[in-house]
């Protein structure tokens, strides 16, 4: 005990004598060890509570829990395999929610498309509520594509798909909301498609679904997200139908497609890069928020409207483009498409029209939950009941 005491008075002695070294040859503290890290998800939760807190008000809260907790997956089936899947999952209780639509939830308001770019100003702002007047037809979809999801505040998970005979999977597990921007593409018998921004391949499998396209540009800049899409393509779809001409898949930069293809294409989905809020929050691997991609994080909103105005100019007089993110940030959401609109008309002489996709909300609002009052466009809300998104997408027209 005796010899325990004398250490640590030894020990304090040298301490208090650190004064007296000189600072030359002090021992420096690693910083690295000592101090407090900050996560990248930790990062992204205190951005988003400072941004969405004030843009979504009351809402927040419980859009926060419901990011924060598992997401909700959808089936989408593969109308390549050769198994009777949708019968099995509707045994189990999951439903078709592009079928599942009552009558009387189809609304007969639909806004007339406003031509984007009347006024002077560089913002286009559209008042939803002054043309409720208007008797408008439904909107319309595309055919075939089919998704299968558990009722609401069921949170049962599907099974990993199994390959048919022909070694076909039977359906893709992704985001139900993620096939609403396929859906309101609204892809028709002949026409040429461009993916601009593909991998890693979930819209392309769905658009894939309809079985109309004409022609198939699918395009990603990333080499290694574009291997991911292929493989994805070679487990549901025929290697016949993989190696037809009217299929091609490519690597280049979706930023300079003006330049490649203009005036192409009948429908354009624009599926852009964003923040991925989701994942954000729950992987920190690969995470936007860590602080190594501040200066790639910040050019988001340019790199996104580069790409747009790219899908716009490739998209041929009176054809669609449909934008859309993974992120509830207005930064990335209206003021892209605000800001594609103006350059579209000041800088290429593009006018455009904006498609009111409110008749796709009536639609399926038993199975999602959308966020109210939006001046351009629909987002799809994470709900604990119904805990898919978030999905913003917006659509517009080219004028002839």
């Given at each position: 005990?005796?010899?325990?005491?004398?250490?640590?008075?030894?020990?304090?002695?040298?301490?208090?004598?650190?004064?007296?070294?000189?600072?030359?040859?002090?021992?420096?503290?690693?910083?690295?060890?000592?101090?407090?890290?900050?996560?990248?998800?930790?990062?992204?939760?205190?951005?988003?509570?400072?941004?969405?807190?004030?843009?979504?008000?009351?809402?927040?809260?419980?859009?926060?829990?419901?990011?924060?907790?598992?997401?909700?997956?959808?089936?989408?089936?593969?109308?390549?395999?050769?198994?009777?899947?949708?019968?099995?999952?509707?045994?189990?209780?999951?439903?078709?929610?592009?079928?599942?639509?009552?009558?009387?939830?189809?609304?007969?308001?639909?806004?007339?498309?406003?031509?984007?770019?009347?006024?002077?100003?560089?913002h286009v702002s559209v008042?939803?509520?002054?043309?409720?007047?208007?008797?408008?037809?439904?909107?319309?979809?595309?055919p075939n594509i089919k998704?299968?999801?558990?009722?609401?505040?069921?949170?049962?998970?599907?099974?990993?798909?199994?390959?048919?005979?022909?070694?076909?999977?039977?359906?893709?597990?992704?985001?139900?909301?993620?096939?609403?921007?396929?859906?309101?593409?609204?892809?028709?018998?002949?026409?040429?498609?461009?993916?601009?921004?593909?991998?890693?391949?979930?819209?392309?499998?769905?658009?894939?679904?309809?079985?109309?396209?004409?022609?198939?540009?699918?395009?990603?800049?990333?080499?290694?997200?574009?291997?991911?899409?292929?493989?994805?393509?070679?487990?549901?779809?025929?290697?016949?139908?993989l190696s037809d001409e009217?299929?091609?898949?490519?690597?280049?930069?979706?930023?300079?497609?003006?330049?490649?293809?203009?005036?192409?294409?009948?429908?354009?989905?624009?599926?852009?890069?964003?923040?991925?809020?989701?994942?954000?929050?729950?992987?920190?691997?690969?995470?936007?928020?860590?602080?190594?991609?501040?200066?790639?994080?910040?050019?988001?909103?340019?790199?996104?409207?580069?790409?747009?105005?790219?899908?716009?100019?490739?998209?041929?007089?009176?054809?669609?483009?449909?934008?859309?993110?993974?992120?509830?940030?207005?930064?990335?959401?209206?003021?892209?498409?605000?800001?594609?609109?103006?350059?579209?008309?000041?800088?290429?002489?593009?006018?455009?029209?904006?498609?009111?996709?409110?008749?796709?909300?009536?639609?399926?609002?038993?199975?999602?939950?959308?966020?109210?009052?939006?001046?351009?466009?629909?987002?799809?809300?994470?709900?604990?009941?119904?805990?898919?998104?978030?999905?913003?997408?917006?659509?517009?027209?080219?004028?002839?």
């Open positions: 005990m005796a010899l325990l005491m004398e250490t640590r008075l030894l020990l304090r002695k040298v301490k208090d004598l650190r004064c007296l070294t000189q600072k030359r040859h002090r021992v420096k503290e690693k910083w690295a060890a000592t101090r407090i890290k900050h996560p990248a998800t930790g990062l992204a939760l205190q951005n988003f509570d400072s941004t969405y807190s004030v843009q979504l008000g009351p809402l927040w809260p419980s859009v926060r829990a419901a990011l924060l907790s598992e997401r909700k997956y959808g089936a989408l089936l593969n109308n390549y395999g050769h198994d009777d899947v949708q019968a099995e999952l509707q045994a189990k209780g999951c439903k078709d929610f592009p079928s599942d639509i009552e009558t009387e939830a189809q609304p007969c308001l639909e806004q007339e498309p406003a031509v984007a770019g009347e006024e002077e100003s560089s008042n939803k509520s002054d043309l409720d007047a208007q008797q408008l037809p439904a909107l319309q979809l595309s998704c299968l999801v558990f009722p609401r505040g069921d949170i049962t998970r599907f099974k990993p798909a199994r390959p048919d005979m022909f070694g076909c999977l039977g359906y893709y597990l992704m985001d139900a909301a993620s096939v609403l921007p396929c859906l309101a593409l609204n892809v028709q018998e002949g026409h040429n498609v461009l993916d601009l921004c593909a991998a890693p391949g979930g819209k392309t499998l769905a658009l894939l679904q309809t079985k109309s396209i004409g022609f198939f540009g699918v395009n990603d800049t990333s080499v290694s997200r574009t291997t991911r899409l292929r493989k994805v393509l070679h487990s549901y779809v025929p290697k016949p139908l009217k299929l091609r898949i490519t690597t280049f930069d979706g930023t300079k497609w003006g330049e490649i293809e203009k005036n192409t294409f009948d429908r354009v989905l624009v599926d852009v890069p964003c923040t991925t809020d989701r994942h954000s929050l729950m992987e920190d691997d690969n995470n936007i928020f860590s602080k190594n991609r501040t200066g790639e994080r910040r050019r988001l909103p340019q790199l996104q409207l580069d790409l747009l105005l790219a899908g716009i100019e490739a998209a041929c007089p009176g054809g669609e483009i449909l934008y859309s993110t993974c992120t509830l940030s207005q930064i990335q959401n209206l003021s892209v498409v605000e800001q594609a609109i103006h350059t579209a008309r000041e800088d290429h002489g593009i006018q455009l029209q904006v498609v009111d996709l409110r008749p796709l909300t009536h639609m399926f609002r038993k199975t999602f939950d959308f966020a109210p009052d939006l001046p351009l466009g629909e987002m799809v809300v994470p709900h604990l009941a119904a805990n898919f998104g978030p999905i913003y997408m917006c659509k517009l027209r080219r004028l002839t």
